[in-house]
C-alpha cells in the first residue's frame, strides 16, 4: 500500500481519502486484511493517533470493518460507475457598454435615510425573527397609506401580499383556474416564463389608442394601464370597465401592474382598475424597479377569494423575504426617505428627459413622444442596422421590434436615459445624435 501525504489538510483525512480511493477502483479488495494501526504509523513515520482517526472515519463511513483480536478489513460493496465530466469553463466577454439607452431600472441608488436605517438597524434584534405568510403587518400598513396617499387606492393591510416580483406571481396564478395567460403586445413579456414553466398557453393582446384590446375569453389578462410598457398608451377610463365587465362575464383575473406610476411627472394619479374593481383585479407593483433592483421586495393587492386560496395553500410556507428587509422599507417609508428619493429622483428625470428631447430635435422634423422615463422617436432608416452601428460604437439602443413577440417591423427607436448620469446624458447623445443621422 503506497500512501504520499500532499500536506494539503489533516494527515489523517489524507489517509482517509486515499485508502477510500483504493477501495473504489478495486486496488484494495473486498476483505482484504488492513495493515494494523501500529504497522501503518510506523511504515508512514505516522502518529497511532493519525492512524487510528482514519481508520475510525473509514469504520464510520462503511468503507471497513474490524474483527475482534484480528484487525481491519475491506468492506463488501457494490461497484459504483462514476462518469468522469469534463468540465469546460464557458468563456463569456460580456459588451461593456459606453452608454445605454435602454429602459433600465433607475440607477444610482443614494439616499442617506436609507444609509441612516442600515446603522440603526445593525444596533438591533428586530429583524431576526421570521416573517408571517404575508409578509410583516407593519410593512403591509406603511404601504396601504402611502398607497392611498399617493394612488388614492384605499386597500386593506390584510390583503396585501409581500414577496418577490415573479415567484410571487407564479403562487397567485396557480390559485386560479384558468389554463391561458394573456399578454399585451408589444408590452412586458417576462410573465410568459410562468406560462411556459405552468404548461399555460399563452396569448397575445393588441393595443389600441385606449390601451389593450379586450380578451373576449376567459383568462389572466397581464396589463400596464397606467403607463402601457414600452407605448406609454394611458388607458382610457372606458378600457379600464370593458375590461372589469369582461372578467365579471368569464370569471377571469385581471394582473394591474402599476408600471412606473411611481415616476409620473406633472400628472395626477389616473383611477387604477383595482379601485374600480376588487372582486377580479390583482393589483402589482414592485420596489426594486423605484428604488435599486437587488432590493428584492413586490407586493400584490389580493381579491377576497384569492387571499382566501392562498392562505389555505401555502400556510406552510415561509415569506421569501427576509425581515430584516421588510423594516428597512417600512421605515423608509414611514420616516419620508422613500417620498424624498422619488420626489428628488423624478427632478433628476425631468433634467435628462429635456435634455434628451432638446438634443433629438437637432435629427430633424421627427415626432417625439414622452413616457415616463424613456422616449419614442420615428426614424426614416433600417433600425436594425442603426442599433448594430450604434453597437459597434458600444451604445446600447432598442427598437419597440425588440418587445414585440411577432416583430413586426417599426421605425420607433426607444430612448431610455435612466441608466445614464445626468453628467454623461450630453455626450451620449451627441454620440447616439451622430450614429443616428450618420444612417438617415
Do not use: W
Amino acid at each position: 500500500m503506497v500512501i504520499v501525504f500532499k500536506n494539503e489538510k489533516p494527515k489523517y483525512l489524507e489517509l482517509y481519502d486515499q485508502i477510500v480511493k483504493m477501495i473504489e477502483d478495486g486496488t484494495l479488495k473486498a476483505n482484504e486484511h488492513l495493515p494494523s494501526k501500529r504497522n501503518m504509523a510506523i511504515n508512514l513515520d505516522i502518529s497511532l493517533s493519525t492512524v487510528l482517526n482514519a481508520y475510525n472515519l473509514l469504520i464510520d463511513e462503511g468503507y471497513i470493518y474490524t474483527k475482534e483480536k484480528k484487525g481491519y478489513y475491506v468492506s463488501e460493496m457494490p461497484f459504483c460507475h462514476q462518469n468522469k465530466i469534463k468540465i469546460e469553463k464557458i468563456k463569456q466577454t460580456p459588451i461593456n457598454y459606453k452608454y445605454d439607452f435602454t429602459t433600465q431600472s433607475v440607477s444610482n441608488f443614494n439616499s442617506t435615510h436609507f444609509k441612516k436605517i442600515l446603522r440603526d438597524l445593525s444596533y438591533s434584534n428586530d429583524y431576526l425573527d421570521k416573517s408571517p405568510l404575508l409578509g410583516r403587518l407593519d410593512l403591509r400598513i406603511a404601504i396601504s397609506n402611502h398607497l392611498a396617499e399617493n394612488r388614492a387606492i384605499h386597500a386593506s393591510a390584510d390583503n396585501i401580499l409581500i414577496g418577490t416580483g415573479l415567484e410571487m406571481l407564479e403562487k397567485i396564478i396557480k390559485l386560479i383556474d384558468v389554463d391561458n395567460i394573456t399578454l399585451e403586445n408589444p408590452g412586458y413579456h417576462k410573465l410568459k416564463i410562468i406560462g411556459k414553466n405552468n404548461n399555460y398557453k399563452i396569448n397575445y393582446q393588441p393595443l389600441d389608442d385606449e390601451g389593450v384590446i379586450v380578451p373576449n375569453y376567459k383568462t389572466i389578462l397581464y396589463t400596464t394601464p397606467f403607463n402601457q410598457f414600452p407605448t406609454g398608451i394611458k388607458m382610457s377610463i372606458k378600457r379600464k370597465k370593458e375590461l372589469i365587465s369582461n372578467a365579471i362575464k368569464y370569471e377571469s383575473y385581471i394582473i394591474e401592474d402599476d408600471f412606473d406610476a411611481e415616476f409620473r411627472i406633472n400628472q395626477a394619479p389616473t383611477t387604477s382598475i383595482y379601485s374600480l374593481s376588487n372582486s377580479n383585479t390583482i393589483f402589482f407593483s414592485t420596489f426594486s424597479n423605484t428604488l435599486f433592483p437587488g432590493f428584492r421586495l413586490a407586493y400584490a393587492i389580493l381579491p377576497d377569494e384569492i387571499l382566501k386560496k392562498y392562505l389555505k395553500t401555502y400556510k406552510n410556507y415561509n415569506n421569501p423575504v427576509s425581515s430584516l428587509t421588510q423594516i428597512i422599507l417600512k421605515e423608509f417609508i414611514n420616516n419620508g426617505g422613500y417620498a424624498s428619493y422619488i420626489n428628488k429622483r423624478k427632478k433628476e428625470l425631468i433634467i435628462k428627459r429635456n435634455k434628451c428631447i432638446e438634443k433629438l430635435k437637432s435629427i430633424g422634423n421627427i415626432d417625439i413622444k414622452k413616457n415616463y422615463l424613456s422616449l419614442l422617436i420615428d426614424i426614416n432608416s433600417n433600425l436594425d442596422e442603426l442599433i448594430e452601428k450604434a453597437k459597434l460604437n458600444n451604445i446600447k439602443i432598442q427598437s419597440l421590434k425588440s418587445f414585440d413577440v411577432k416583430e413586426n417591423k417599426t421605425n420607433t427607436l426607444i430612448i431610455g436615459y435612466t441608466a445614464i448620469d445626468e453628467n454623461k446624458i450630453d455626450d451620449a447623445l451627441d454620440e447616439l445624435i451622430k450614429i443616428i443621422k450618420g444612417a438617415n
